[in-house]
């Protein structure tokens, strides 16, 4: 029979609208508004899983987001999601989903025999067992470890789905939406602050759906539809439902999930699976309400065995009668109520067991009432069954049972009291203290803007609930700046009756036999393992956690750590203050690592720069090699089959021997203006820069505070008070972010405004010896020798295009810089090349650029690697010591100057036939490979130089320019290489520079 | 500049945006996101204590106050001023809108500013793009921390920010409410691509909501 075990009537399910889904391969169905947990209970399936360590059948222990065995293995495919809390689930048509942790099969699990040998598996067993030999442990231990100890399985295949952030500021913030949260946000949201409400659930109204509780005169779940359909309507309120607050951290920035599209099969198009919300409240009040945690008895796992709030939720909200026949065990009032909620729903309730010998008269009369049997008292010592409870073995609390009664039973439903959730407030910094009254921890002294109020205060009658939860709100707004008067009035409520509690943190066992009493059910902890971790001397909690496990798994401990740290109290005869309690770090829940991503994932991991060219490149097939984020073409492959050898090299030799362009558009640009642009300048770089003609460039260096050579570029005067730099691509934005800080820092004194231009210009280099032959057919300027030097700069005409052409050269050629308005940059570099047809002008791209480099020594990014000064690179003799520069008491110290630097040379193969490798280091050539041999030196920069026709390369060698001449051997020692290199001068071609002059 | 003039027949602005992308992007009933093509974006940069006479004489040569005050943006709705920083505003408009040639709010501006400051043309530097409808404010959160809610930032007022982890600008245009984002050229597609993403969650909604 199809949901044999669900209500006739009742609950916030929808009995109209039928819900097919499988578990473990099974059909079988539910209603609209069940989480997978309540369908299979209606359906009377309770084992659900395998434990983490000794694989025992697992149940259902909660109906919230606290559960720690009811976890499963969500969809298939690439959805498929392991480690799924089945009581968060929201029931969708078609759903998919598996037990985890069991092989072969959930009844018949091989790994099952762990629970035989769980004396091997006690505390600390990882350090223990798996000690000898040194190498087994990555080898075999790990491996075997890891897979019997499995939580589910991962889907390998691409997440098809996308996840987004979101950001939002309000005045006050509220966490749940139950009875606190509702009255919190309705008194704050009358203020006129914006409030924003978010809860975990689809709907709001927390344990009020789980109760029969009357509020304002209507049924409490009533009651809170009504408020959230109100709140819903305040254009000041923002209300989130299925958005669960995970993260509290400084200056009052509060992150949530929200599983925007995790109840549907698929999500709607356009539509994430999940968004991640920041917050940025004033004021938060934290109504998370309160976990119940489960007694500590033999066998206190078994399927069948559930909280005794559980039990409630699962009766009056989803319908579903969670057994037949049921023992309810307490040490507090609270779980009386799960009694008359189930008697009332037709379960057979075989005995309420208080283990406090007095319970309050009221309560008993209650269940006289109904003809409930109340055993005062005692406790459960243990239960039994198989894969679900049949039995319970009824103990005193006080000695030895000779003879514990035993009680039949499907269903257990246990209630150890209840602990605030101090979670929200222990992450913002705040210390929770303990509560005797309560017998667990409540939120102490705000270390920030934050209140917890209701039952996350560790108040827990109705009443008080609706009443801290409206001061909480109407304080909230007072305190963000706004005026209370139309405040709503407070809510009415029945009486709940008061909350009274006597210890039972452990139960005494049956006979004195060693019963399995799990403390923390998803890490298979138990109390003897928190026994023996003390004995050991693990008693603080942060050692006892660490040791045992203990609260580590995906749940944090909500529903153990109480009970843990008061039985390590216990072991230690302290009070549960002494041992105090370990701090919550976030997250809350656990947070699929996609949703922090965002869409910043796969191709849009980092965004991309594009030059104005990049499309004309991306048409040409070119390929691209990544510089930052920007995009730039490496080289031109012309034909299937070209290799990036054969492009660079031929595009290296179009330059060299006619004329060829490259896009040099990623350049910084930084255009300075002000009276005091030349003395800024000056003190910013090595070498003098107050003479600089207008029309003219002139390279320069700049270093750090420390010698260090920081950027180079040139920089060139367009006005009287008006210079143009550029830096390196990778430094443009630290040269700006410098030169920012001297200016605003440093030298205010100084009259000049920078800003960055780079994005204004597209730059392209014309190089090569028929550079101006190309140059003259477009550009309306006079750029003869004569006319337009090396070092000239001036603007102009290219064709129609408004520009500026500078006579700079990278290539060591004839060469021109032409910086275009960038809308026009494409249509610039295809006029030139259609005018350079005749000539046979080429492309060139990064490939090439970089030989002509090394070709002609030009020092670049690999050889400015932070920990070189200008002497190390041959620069010295630009730096003027006659002036103060940025960075020159530091370069002067003994230590920049003294023999034994690395300093810049070139280095040529001398085999034929062979390059040289990057960061190959340069040893003694007389040394075998294996032996020891101290690095001289490294190779910064290599290619094959077309020109000369051998491999060449920069180096930074001890002592380098002394040794032209020498040789040495490069060695690459992870792949075993070497090779014979002749050190010479860093310039290899036109060391006079006559060809850029000509 | 050379003194030729460019013929202007043959000279095309080319959007750093892809070009088969029509003048709206997204076009849904309550989000739209169009390119605001070919603007000129002056960046006006003022000298030691030469601000306030620098903001006068923009204002004297566009006939619009100069906002002082940081985060501020002052329109004709033609031509916008917004400020860029400490010393800095961003003049934009479009030259067709406004009957200008090419340049000429570039030489409007050098001419008042003369040496009270710098005057930059940034107007290839910068793309520019137009969010508006019911939704934008939403699309806009998925992006940037700035708050945009009505009680935080309304017309006339603007943000120096990160969106998407980009740097850009917001400038609120109108209540509607109207975005102008202002990202630097090269990443402009990067950012469309960004925030059209945003917008797809309400691709299918009627303008009813």
């Known amino acids: 029979m199809s949901q044999q075990y669900r209500t006739g009537s009742g609950g916030q399910i929808d009995r109209k609208k039928p819900i097919r889904f499988t578990f473990d391969g099974k059909s079988y169905s539910g209603y609209a508004g069940d989480t997978l947990a309540s369908a299979l209970l209606a359906n009377g399936v309770h084992l659900l899983g395998r434990s983490f360590k000794y694989h025992r059948p697992r149940g259902i222990q909660t109906a919230g987001s606290e559960e720690p065995n009811a976890i499963v293995e969500l969809r298939e495919g690439a959805r498929k999601e392991p480690n799924t809390r089945a009581t968060c689930i929201e029931l969708f048509d078609g759903l998919v989903a598996n037990s985890q942790n069991r092989w072969p099969s959930l009844a018949f699990d091989v790994m099952a025999v762990n629970n035989l040998f769980s004396p091997l598996l006690s505390a600390g067993f990882y350090y223990k067992t798996f000690m000898w030999p040194v190498s087994f442990w990555t080898n075999v231990y790990e491996h075997v470890i890891r897979r019997a100890a499995g939580l589910g399985t991962a889907s390998t295949a691409a997440d098809p789905d996308f996840y987004e952030q979101c950001h939002e500021h309000c005045d006050v913030l509220i966490v749940g939406a139950g009875p606190t949260g509702l009255a919190a946000a309705l008194a704050a949201a009358e203020t006129g602050a914006r409030v924003v409400l978010v809860d975990e659930n689809p709907l709001a109204g927390g344990s009020l759906n789980s109760e029969n509780h009357e509020v304002a005169g209507m049924p409490g779940d009533d009651w809170a539809a009504q408020v959230a359909a109100q709140l819903q309507s305040m254009e000041n309120v923002h209300l989130l439902l299925r ?53 500590v008895f033999g066998n206190n796992d078994k399927p069948g065995i559930m909280l005794a709030s559980a039990a409630r939720a699962y009766v009056n909200r989803y319908g579903v009668k969670p057994g037949r026949r049921a023992i309810v065990a307490t040490n507090n009032n609270d779980a009386y109520r799960t009694a008359l909620d189930l008697h009332r729903a037709g379960v057979t309730i075989a005995a309420v067991v208080d283990s406090r010998a007095h319970p309050e008269a009221p309560l008993a009369a209650e269940l006289a009432k109904h003809s409930i049997r109340l055993i005062t008292g005692r406790t459960i010592g243990a239960a039994e069954g198989r894969q679900h409870v049949t039995r319970a073995l009824i103990v005193s609390t006080q000695g030895e049972t000779i003879d514990p009664e035993r009680i039949d039973c499907d269903l257990i439903a246990c209630s150890g009291g209840w602990n605030p959730n101090v979670h929200l407030h222990s992450q913002s910094g705040a210390k929770p203290v303990y509560d005797d009254a309560i017998l667990s921890f409540v939120p102490g002294q705000s270390r920030q803007a934050e209140v917890s109020a209701g039952a996350a205060g560790g108040s827990f009658a109705l009443r008080e609930c609706l009443k801290q939860g409206r001061a909480a709100g109407i304080d909230a707004a007072r305190q963000a700046g706004f005026k209370a008067d139309k405040a709503s009035p407070v809510i009415k409520a029945h009486d709940d009756g008061a909350y009274a509690i006597e210890a039972l943190w452990i139960s005494p066992t049956p006979y004195n036999k060693p019963y399995k009493q799990f403390v923390d059910q998803q890490n298979d902890v138990k109390a003897s393992d928190v026994a023996l971790a003390s004995q050991e001397g693990y008693d603080s909690v942060e050692l006892l956690k660490r040791y045992t496990t203990q609260g580590m798994a995906t749940d944090q401990g909500k529903t153990s750590n109480v009970n843990a740290l008061a039985i390590l109290a216990c072991q230690r005869g302290e009070p549960v203050p002494q041992v105090g309690i370990t701090t919550f770090r976030p997250p809350y829940v656990p947070v699929a690592m996609g949703v922090f991503a965002g869409h910043t994932v796969g191709a849009e991991f980092m965004p991309v720069r594009r030059t104005a060219i990049h499309d004309w490149n991306a048409k040409q097939g070119a390929v691209f090699i990544e510089a930052g984020l920007w995009l730039r073409a490496r080289y031109y492959p012309q034909k299937p089959g070209d290799t990036m050898n054969d492009c660079y090299l031929r595009e290296a030799e179009a330059t060299r021997n006619n004329v060829a362009l490259v896009d040099v558009s990623t350049l910084g640009k930084i255009d300075l203006q002000g009276p005091d642009a030349a003395e800024f300048l000056n003190r910013l770089y090595i070498n003098n820069w107050l003479k600089l003609p207008i029309g003219k460039a002139r390279y320069g260096i700049m270093l750090r505070e420390d010698g260090m050579v920081f950027d180079d570029g040139t920089t060139s005067r367009l006005g009287e008070n008006h210079y143009f730099m550029t830096t390196t691509t990778a430094n443009a934005a630290p040269v700006l972010a410098h030169m920012e800080r001297y200016h605003q820092v440093e030298w205010p004194e100084l009259d000049v405004v920078l800003c960055s231009v780079t994005e204004q210009w597209t730059g392209i280099a014309v190089a090569g010896p028929n550079s101006r032959i190309l140059l003259e057919k477009v550009i309306d300027i006079d750029i003869s020798n004569e006319a337009f030097p090396f070092m000239a700069v001036g603007d102009c005409q290219m064709n129609n295009i408004p520009g500026r052409l500078f006579r700079i050269s990278f290539s060591g050629e004839l060469a021109y810089e032409l910086n275009v308005p960038a809308d026009y ?125 051998y491999g060449i390369a920069l180096g930074l060698l001890r002592d380098g320019r002394s040794r032209y001449g020498e040789q040495i051997e490069a060695v690459f020692p992870l792949d075993d290489e070497k090779l014979r290199v002749e050190i010479c001068h860093p310039v290899f071609i036109d060391p006079e520079g006559e060809l850029v002059r000509g | ?72 943006c002052r329109s004709d709705g033609k031509t916008q001023i917004f400020w860029n920083g400490p010393n800095s505003w961003m003049v934009v408009a479009s030259d067709v809108e406004c009957g200008r040639a090419a340049g000429e709010l570039f030489a409007t501006l050098q001419d008042a500013v003369s040496n009270l400051g710098a005057v930059v043309d940034q107007s290839h530097g910068r793309c520019v793009l137009r969010l508006s409808g019911a939704r934008a404010r939403e699309v806009m959160a998925k992006n940037t921390a700035v708050d945009l809610h009505p009680r935080a930032f309304g017309a006339g007022q603007c943000a120096l920010t990160s969106i998407a982890h980009m740097n850009a600008t917001i400038v609120q245009v109108d209540d509607t409410p109207t975005y102008d984002l202002f990202v630097i050229r090269s990443l402009a597609r990067s950012f469309a691509h960004a925030i059209e993403h945003a917008c797809h969650e309400f691709a299918e909604e009627t303008a009813a909501g």
């Open chain 2, 1 to 72: 500049m050379a003194k030729k003039q460019p013929d202007k027949q043959d000279l095309v602005r080319v959007s750093p945006l892809l070009p088969n992308e029509g003048d709206h992007i997204i076009d849904y009933a309550r989000v739209h996101l169009v390119e605001r093509k070919a603007l000129s974006a002056i960046q006006v940069l003022s000298f030691t204590g030469k601000h306030d006479k620098a903001a006068k004489a923009i204002g004297k040569a566009l006939g619009i106050d100069c906002p002082i005050e940081p985060g501020h």
């Open chain 1, 825 to 949: 940059g494409e249509q610039a570099w295809t006029e030139l090349l259609e005018a350079g047809k005749e000539l046979g002008v080429a492309v060139y791209g990064t490939e090439a650029l970089g030989t002509m480099r090394i070709e002609k020594g030009h020092v670049a990014g690999s050889e400015l690697d932070g920990r070189t000064t200008a002497q190390d690179l041959g620069l010295e003799g630009m730096a003027n010591r006659e002036k103060h520069f940025i960075g020159k008491q530091n370069s002067l110290l003994p230590a920049l100057l003294d023999e034994g630097r690395l300093q810049v040379v070139g280095l040529k193969s001398l085999e034929p036939g062979r390059n040289l490798r990057i960061g190959a280091h340069l040893v003694d050539p007389n040394v075998q490979i294996g032996s020891v041999s101290p690095s001289q030196g490294h190779v910064t920069t290599t290619t094959y130089s077309p020109q000369l026709g």
């Open chain 1, 243 to 295: 958005t669960t607050l995970f993260g509290y951290y400084d200056h009052n920035v509060v992150a949530a999930i929200e599983k925007v599209s995790d109840h549907l099969p698929v999500p709607p198009k356009g539509h994430p699976r999940q968004r991640m919300w920041t917050f940025y409240p004033r004021r938060v009040v934290i109504a998370a309400g309160a976990t119940e945690r489960p007694l």
